[in-house]
């Protein structure tokens, strides 16, 4: 299992807002990026070190983090969101980087 | 643009090396932290490791004993090998860059910014 845990799968009605969420007791101390993949593609960095987002990624796409857990907002959900989330960061002891086990976005 | 490309075999047999390199083109591979990762079918992404354009590396603890990722600056690219693969070791083979940045206290962070398209490798007799 995963240092980093999030929940299997999430749905949001088209439009809304939809928070996913990673639990770790590394979160801490250690940034928090955020990657989309979907399906047969590549994963893309949509958040980086919390809430920095890369260009060219809308800004219905936000980061937060408190205590240990950090987490991916999206507001205004589009249809094209629908995709795995994952976050990664380091492990407990910092020496190793993770991933958490992803996130299915359904975007109904 | 940065552009990163695996390339290898597609069918390892059971026992023997899984080797890939993957090429980087459009930035020089030097200043940069270079990662392996996978993802078996249908599941998760797991880290192999990363290596600095130096070859200074950090692995996976769940995977070091097997695995050896090694870089060739003049060529622009980096190289995984994994040992004594099984069926486990079936997986989608990304090559990423790892950007280091740090904040406003001087804390170092890492995130993998550009990612190659991934190759399958699948591990059977």
């Known amino acids: 299992s995963s240092e980093l845990t999030q929940d299997p799968a999430v749905s949001v009605a088209l439009g809304q807002t939809v928070r996913i969420t990673c639990q770790g007791d590394?979160?801490?101390?250690?940034?928090a990026n955020w990657y989309q993949q979907k399906p047969g593609q590549a994963p893309v960095l949509v958040i980086y070190a919390i809430h920095n987002r890369p260009s060219g990624i809308p800004d219905r796409f936000s980061g937060s983090s408190s205590g240990n857990t950090a987490s991916l907002t999206i507001s205004g959900a589009q249809a094209e969101d629908e995709a795995d989330y994952f976050c990664?960061?380091?492990?407990?002891?910092?020496?190793?980087?993770?991933f958490g086990g992803g996130t299915k976005l359904t975007v109904l | 643009q940065v552009q990163l490309q695996e390339s290898g075999p597609g069918l390892v047999k059971p026992s023997e090396t899984l080797s890939l390199t993957c090429t980087v083109s459009g930035d020089s591979i030097s200043n940069y932290y270079w990662s392996w990762i996978r993802q078996p079918p249908g599941k998760g992404l797991e880290w192999i490791g990363y290596?600095?354009?130096?070859?200074?590396?950090n692995y996976n603890p769940s995977l070091k004993s097997r695995v050896t990722i090694s870089v060739d600056t003049s060529k622009n690219q980096f190289s995984l090998k994994v040992s004594s693969v099984t069926a486990a070791d079936t997986a989608v083979y990304y090559c990423a860059r790892v950007s280091r940045d740090y904040d406003s206290s001087g804390y170092y962070y890492y995130y993998f910014d550009y990612w190659g398209q991934g190759t399958l490798v699948t591990v059977s007799s």
């Open positions: 590394s979160l801490r101390n250690y940034y």
């Open positions: 290596i600095y354009y130096t070859g200074s590396t």
């Open positions: 990664n960061s380091w492990d407990s002891s910092g020496d190793h980087l993770v």
